[in-house]
């Protein structure tokens, strides 16, 4: 069993900067990835930046330059910081992990509940 809880969403005016955060917990032997993944009303679930365990991040070109992931192993925990928000950027935002519970187990890919962004002109 593996838990994934976000924070750190809510309203900012446009051209304003937010930092998500999202923890995982339980059965956690090896993560392989974090990454946070955004939905606006009436859109598909769109990738937002993903940082694989050993390797380098990579954004969306909507959001290259103005947000950036980061993680603390030790932790569990992914960030993302969001600069010179958009209108555009209000969505829903979801952070997504892939784990090992076990040696050699099955990848696990668990996601958060969700936390809402919203940005104002």
């Known amino acids: 069993q593996v838990t994934v809880v976000e924070s750190g969403g809510g309203l900012v005016q446009a051209g304003g900067s937010l930092r998500l955060s999202c923890v995982a917990s339980g059965s956690i032997f090896s993560m392989k990835f974090m990454g946070w993944y955004r939905q606006s009303p009436g859109k598909g679930r769109e990738l937002v930046a993903m940082?694989?365990?050993?390797?380098?991040?990579t954004y969306s070109t909507s959001v290259k330059g103005r947000f950036t992931i980061s993680r603390d192993h030790a932790k569990n925990m992914v960030y993302l910081q969001m600069n010179n928000l958009k209108p555009e950027d209000t969505a829903v935002y979801y952070c997504?992990?892939?784990?090992?519970?076990?040696?050699?187990?099955?990848?696990?890919?668990?996601w958060g509940q969700g936390t809402q962004v919203t940005v104002s002109t």
């Open positions: 940082s694989p365990s050993g390797g380098d991040p």
């Open positions: 997504h992990i892939g784990t090992l519970t076990f040696r050699d187990s099955p990848l696990l890919n668990a």
